[in-house]
């Protein structure tokens, strides 16, 4: 790839440069002079310094240096500012640029994709006013490792979205974590088509900073039109665990088709943070709640073998909804591994106006008699902040885990692990509660009304796991749910193989749905 200054203007007005820019290289530097600036590459090892030097004040306004980029590798944005260029294996990362005066007064500035295929580093008109010349603008330009599609690619999640530049109007974003290097795993976003299709160079980077992101979850807000996308961040080695997050919103003018804001912390607790799960709140028809994202997570706090399940709830970039964490009947138990549905449906509340609310569901671990059981809280949206009213356990264990849910009319499905002992041999089967009277959000919450036996491993050897479940609203007399899953068999070098099934339920007389009686994907 190369990028060079092809425009330059200065409160839209265009200043003239050289056609044949003359040519000074000095080892392993490289000077273009464009006449009113000075273009400078500094080759690295392991980077390329790209500098635009500007002797003098050119007048007053913003300045806008246009990049032009040569290139047939696929471009994403990055939520830090900047750009990647990218190909199976290897990646070019034109950084977020920094503008320096001669006072060593510094400023990061907006790097923004232009309609005519450049790059446009903005320093704004302020910063210029005051600033001492000469004045440095300095991108950073990097040569990475890039395993889109690789086998590192970990712990995806998926969201729907209403916006889309595509001609469908909408379509699905993904996320997904991949690792770096020790100690630094990078969070990305992809956009899929409604027919499946994944295009590359629309993958954005939504966190290559140097700080550990883990376990992303993704939601899309239909009624504010923004996205936001969670993980665990760790800055550095040992550092407190928080929830970070990045809001976007829609932009068909840039590569990814969205606009990224800074990354911000969303949690204000001084303990470790764990395990974020987001959905947000809309109707069933789609339209807009409360405008409002729901974030749910894990805290440990300073007993090692205890942590809680906290909530918070955001309208927007730096736009908190209500007050700081409320935990779900904090104990001395270890709470964790929290989940949300995909999105949280509006359920009229018969007790109060105006009322919406989620279910929350979650393992809780009894140390001092080793077992875990599925618990389930609410939360719903008053008029000024969210309240937690209830949190009651769903089933006795002895042994069950990983917990997903889903928000249907009136009520409540929940599929787990369930793990059987059976003399000296266990395993793991699919199970699941359905809960009722789950239509009043200030009543004492749903009701566990049976547990339900949704799948067993069908000989020696088999086992299933890490069930995902979703509902379907379309048929509002006779609801269904599709719970995915991975069934282990025996073989591969590990003893195992997973494979991927799913199967849809009738929640009426649950019994599997014949088109998709668990199907190997």
Known sequence: AHFRLESATVSGAPIELASAPTVDR??????????????????????????????????????????????????????????????????????????????????????????????????????????VYPVLVDPLITVFQNNFDGDDDLRPDVAWSSESPLPEGSEY??????????????????????????????????????????????????????????????????????????????????PSGYSFAPPEKLTTTQFDSYNADVAAWCT?????????????????????????????????????????????????????????????????????????????????EDAAFGTSSIWNGRIFEGATTPVIVSAKRVTDGPNDGAPSLAMLTSRTVIAFERTIASGTESTVMLAGSLLTNCDDPMGPGCAPAYDLRLREGQGPGRFLERPELTGSQRRTLDPHFTVAYVERVPGGPAGTVGRVKAAIFDVVNLEPDPMLDPTGL
């Open 26 to 131: 000095r080892e392993e530097e490289v000077t273009l002079a464009h006449g009113a600036f000075r273009e400078t590459f500094r080759i690295g090892t392991e980077a390329v310094e790209q500098t635009f030097l500007v002797p003098h004040s050119l007048g007053p306004g913003e300045l806008v240096l246009g990049i032009g980029v040569d290139t047939t590798l696929s471009s994403r944005a990055r939520a830090e500012g900047g750009f990647e260029f990218v190909t199976e294996g290897l990646g070019i990362r034109y950084g977020a640029a920094t503008v320096f005066d001669a006072n060593g007064r510094a400023l990061s500035i907006e790097s923004r994709w232009s309609d005519r295929g450049r790059i446009e580093l903005v320093v704004p008109a302020d910063f210029l006013a005051s600033a």
């Open 284 to 364: 069933l028809d789609g339209s807009e709640v409360d405008a409002a994202i729901s974030v749910v997570f894990e805290v440990v706090d300073s007993v090692p073998a205890e942590s809680d399940i906290a909530h918070r709830s955001f309208t927007g970039a730096g736009l908190v909804f209500g007050t700081p964490e409320r935990y779900f009947d904090p104990t001395a138990d270890r709470d964790h591994s929290p989940r949300l549905p995909d999105w949280i449906s509006s359920r009229p509340a018969s007790s109060g106006a105006g009322l919406q609310f989620a279910e929350v569901v979650w393992v809780r």
């Open 173 to 254: 974003l993904m996320v997904w974590q991949e690792p770096f290097g020790a100690g630094d795993n990078d969070v990305y976003m992809v956009p899929v088509s409604l027919g499946g299709v994944v295009d590359g160079s629309r993958v954005a980077a939504i966190d290559v900073s140097g700080r550990d992101w883990q376990r992303p979850a993704v939601a899309f807000q239909p009624g504010k039109k923004f996205v936001l996308v969670v993980a665990e961040e760790t800055p550095f080695p040992g550092a407190l665990r928080t929830i970070e997050g990045v809001f976007f919103t829609p932009n068909a003018a840039t």
